[in-house]
């Protein structure tokens, strides 16, 4: 049964405009929530995080929101470039209830296709 | 400034033999993890430790085993490859008062024929 789902396997976006990429959970316990970008044949690398407690963490041009009564977040990307276009995974953990150490649940992950 | 490495990149098993992956890490780091991803799947958790001499299950443990006799490193092993377990495999590490975020290894694919 999936934690944590990520129901757009891809998303084709224009350059220049917004992306928005969308993961819903299901375990209540989860207060920290990543987003983590992968290329072909290349580990992920971390990309922005946010906890519970808020409900907006920008860094750049990639902002979360974070909805936590509907258990949803979303990260929004802009202006999208060439180079965003990768595999993107929701993640999440029950950081702070003790449960930071087990790993991090996946999402499937969205594989976004930036088109010039 | 290496992170994270793993060793091989790539291997060919065949059924019934057996292999272990290295997962080093050079950020002094207490937590490591592995990982594996399959076809249009997620990441999934198979051990993980928290420091040095522990090791505990994930969500797929069966079939694997491993060892943390270093702090730098976090080995994992099959003791009787499958076919089920070709995929790749990802090692993680990550300090422990850290706010949750895993830095990851380049990945080691693993085909068993």
């Known amino acids: 049964d999936q934690q944590v789902k990520q129901n757009s396997p891809s998303l084709s976006v224009q350059e220049g405009r917004i992306s928005i990429l969308n993961c819903d959970y299901t375990?209540?316990?989860?207060?920290?929530f990543l987003w983590y970008k992968k290329y072909p044949a290349e580990g992920p690398t971390f990309l922005i995080s946010i906890s519970s407690i808020k409900d907006k963490n920008e860094d750049g041009r990639f902002t979360v929101f974070l909805n936590k009564s509907a258990k949803h977040l979303s990260l929004h990307i802009v202006p999208s470039q060439p180079g965003d276009s990768a595999v993107y995974f929701c993640a999440a953990s029950a950081l702070y209830s003790g449960g930071g150490a087990d790993g991090l649940t996946f999402g499937k992950g969205t594989h976004l296709i930036i088109q010039p | 400034n290496a992170g994270v490495t793993q060793t091989p990149k790539f291997r060919v098993l065949k059924t019934g033999q057996s292999m272990t992956l290295l997962c080093a890490q050079d950020m002094n780091h207490e937590y490591m993890y592995w990982y594996r991803q399959d076809p249009g799947m997620g990441l999934r958790l198979i051990h993980y430790s928290v420091g040095e001499g522990t090791t505990a299950k994930g969500e797929v443990p069966d079939g694997y085993n491993v060892s943390r006799l270093k702090k730098q490193n976090f080995l994992l092993g099959l003791e009787s490859a499958a076919p089920s377990q070709t995929s790749v495999y990802f090692c993680?590490?990550?300090?422990?008062?850290?706010?949750?975020?895993?830095?990851f290894g380049q990945g080691t694919r693993l085909t068993v024929v």
């Open positions: 993680a590490s990550s300090p422990k008062r850290t706010g949750g975020q895993q830095f």
């Open positions: 375990n209540s316990m989860f207060d920290y």
